[in-house]
């Protein structure tokens, strides 16, 4: 069971405390909706689970749907920044993987969140896999930039020839796999998985292997 939200005194003033309070709801609907299902989610349960009256979480949100929308907004934004503040190696290769470990890291630390995914049967390797403006700009956004950075990778030789969108689209996909795989049982570090999207990243899409030089004559991706 997805553990209730802890609760603290709001702040005084108002812009704060409604910052806190929608930080509560959110937080409480994502491990609802985590628990049960966007279905089985129940309106009462997630004022509960956030420590308010229903009537706070009605001034807040108008229901399920706006719940929805603002977990995704404001857990894929945190996800893509993290990501990209990741990206700093000079090296296009390495800035890249550095980048991806970020991402994973960031969403083994949301089980919730994770499971909220699983459950809806969302892909992230679709086109627009999420709803809404907010969530849509945040991942498009990371898919851009990853894309890009998969470019430079390509043109410098780090990674091999290949379009670049594929390409992408099939790292965030086996990254997906990788990271639910794990969430299911979570019986191995964070370390492991890493290091295991990594090892597969480098075998599938790098010029070289991961601990030998480069086979000729391997396929380009694209």
Known sequence: MVSSTSTAAPPADRTAREAHYRRLLVDAAEAEFAEHGYEGARMQAIASR?????????????????????IHDDRLSAAIAVADRATLPEVPGEALLSGIEA????????????ELI?????????PAPFSGAESTSAWESGIVLLSAMVAEAMEVGDLRPGDPMRTTRLAVSAMQVFVTSWNETRTDP????????????????????PDGPGAAGRPTLG
């Open 118 to 126: 699983r459950r809806e049967g969302l892909h992230w390797a679709s």
């Open 190 to 209: 964070v370390d492991a998985l890493v290091a295991d999207v990594r090892d597969h990243l480098r075998r599938a899409f790098w010029s070289t292997a």
């Open 103 to 114: 991402f994973v890291r960031w969403v083994a630390a949301h089980p919730a969140y994770l």
């Open 50 to 70: 956030a420590g308010v009256a229903l009537g706070t979480l009605y001034n807040h949100f108008k229901g399920k749907s706006d719940l929805r929308q603002a």
